[in-house]
């Protein structure tokens, strides 16, 4: 019988926080297990971020060739290859894949143990014929596509975020359930690439995010041919000789869509069950593990970060919790997670990026008391690269603090970069308005964004009266 491995720390999930927790623990000389029962590096690298980016890139340069009459510059029509298309894809993954491999992670001084765990009592994990009993537990194991119980679909072939990118044959005609972030990026990406696409959303499109941000990212993907039926819910799927029919419900009855593929994209859920949780002592629900402030669950010894924390589901919030959990277990120092400052993006183009509460959001909390906005078609950049569709739109509280951003437009993602900071560190309009931008810069459309919190001061009489009388002193 194998011995019982007795480490500082065992970690269960080997994709972004797993990993982020197991490397760092490392690093100090602390003991740690990591068990994963699939792929390393979990759904980011493998059939997430990674792979949809490598996607958006090679139907990024698709469109470019197509785009570039606007400049001056003429070319034949692209020829896509979608086979290498996905050649790519599966390269850039192969690249990153060994920062996260089992002989990385040995090589760090982690034992990696590739299988299921399994909670057996409050202080114990068995996983591959090994017997844990680790002083303390991260549970990081992410979350897997929903499958909403639509009628036929289980009978009828169709792709999620883990499969899509096993596709090699491009689709003629691809429907996507869901107008969410995935929804939204993949449909333009196909469309770039040759296929017709069709966007089902039972709500509202891109509906987490700012109306109107979200205006911005719809109206193009439309202009570029992207069919977005909101507000059409899904009422069956079957199999047909040709591919999939989807039936539909809106207000003005039913119909029915003909597909050559699906791919189905309406969120996902928390990877709980088998985890044995219940004989751990830990409470779940359908959001994932129920964690306190501190990302501790209700065993003591247990935490959890990422997907199955039951926060926002991205992966710089993984890493983000994983930084916070190693501070407790390492270091005895008290840590409280902090949501108001997590941002995430929409890489569609134009991009579309929010951090902290939408406008909406900060009204209905009794934060709002100003929102400022500052168009693209205003900045000298932007004007350069023909990219004048989008705005900032900055979220004030009290005395001109920042509270929340959002903006839609080229390169959001890197400009909400400067956002974050600025909500995270409770900066003021002030500390924008002073931010030195260099010239000609997208990031500068946040700095003049800030200065029209002060255009009101110079037609206030009392302000030009204290001008005038400074000027008549020399």
């Not at 090699?168 to 429907?175: A, F, K, Q, S, T």
């Not at 929010?354 to 209905?364: D, F």
């Not at 004007?383 to 005395?399: D, F």
Request: glycine letters at 12%; a positive charge; hydrophobic letters at 45%.
């Amino acid at each position: 019988m194998a011995p019982i491995l007795k480490p500082d720390l065992c970690v269960i999930g080997g994709g972004s926080g797993g990993l982020t927790t197991a490397a760092a623990a490392a690093a100090f000389g602390v003991e740690v297990v990591l068990i994963e029962r699939g792929k390393m590096g979990g759904d980011c690298l493998n059939y997430g971020c990674v792979p949809s980016k490598a996607l958006i890139a090679a139907a990024k340069h698709a469109y470019a060739i197509e785009e570039a009459k606007r400049f001056g510059v003429f070319a034949e029509a692209p020829r896509i290859d979608f086979s290498a298309v996905k050649d790519h894809v599966a390269g850039v993954v192969a690249a990153i894949a060994p920062n996260d491999s089992v002989e990385r992670f040995e090589g760090l001084g982690v034992t990696v143990i590739e299988a299921d765990a399994v909670f057996v009592d409050e202080k114990t994990v068995s996983a591959g014929g090994r017997i844990i009993q680790a002083r303390r537990y991260v549970v990081a194991t992410g979350s897997s596509p929903f499958v909403p119980p639509i009628e036929g679909l289980a009978q009828t072939p169709y792709f999620t975020n883990e499969t899509i990118f096993d596709l090699r044959e491009r689709p003629d005609h691809l429907v996507i359930i869901g107008g969410g972030p995935i929804g939204m990026e993949m449909a333009q990406a196909h469309q770039r690439l040759g296929s017709k696409v069709t966007v089902l959303e039972a709500g509202s499109l891109l509906g987490r995010d700012d109306p109107e941000l979200a205006a911005v990212v719809i109206e193009r993907l439309r202009a570029e041919g992207v069919v977005l039926r909101d507000h059409a819910k899904v009422v069956g799927v079957a199999k047909g000789e040709a591919g999939p029919s989807i039936t539909i419900e809106t207000d003005k009855g039913r119909e029915t869509i003909a597909a050559s593929h699906l791919l189905v994209a309406v969120g996902r859920a928390p990877n709980v069950q088998g985890l044995g949780l219940e004989a751990a002592g830990v409470e779940y629900g359908p959001k994932g593990i129920k964690v306190g402030a501190d990302l501790r669950s209700t065993n003591r010894r247990i935490y959890a970060v990422g997907d199955i924390a039951g926060g926002p589901q991205f992966t710089h919030v993984a890493n983000y919790q994983a930084g916070l959990v190693l501070r407790p277990i390492l270091f005895r120092l008290p840590v409280r997670e902090r949501r108001d400052h997590l941002p995430h993006v929409t890489f569609t183009d134009p991009e579309l990026g929010q951090v902290g509460p939408t406008e909406a959001e900060a009204k209905a909390a009794g934060l709002l008391t100003q929102v400022l906005r500052w168009p693209y078609g205003e900045n000298d950049r932007a004007q350069a690269e023909r990219r004048t569709s989008g705005l900032i739109k900055l979220v004030l509280g009290r005395n001109g603090r920042i509270v929340g951003a959002g903006v839609a437009g080229m390169s959001a993602g890197e400009i909400t970069n400067m956002l974050s900071l600025a909500v995270g560190k409770k900066l003021t309009v002030a500390d924008l308005r002073d931010f030195v931008s260099p010239y000609p810069t997208l990031s500068e459309i946040g700095k003049r964004a800030a200065t029209v919190y002060y255009r009101p001061y110079t037609q206030k009489p009392w302000v030009r009266r204290v001008v005038g009388m400074l000027a008549r002193f020399g």
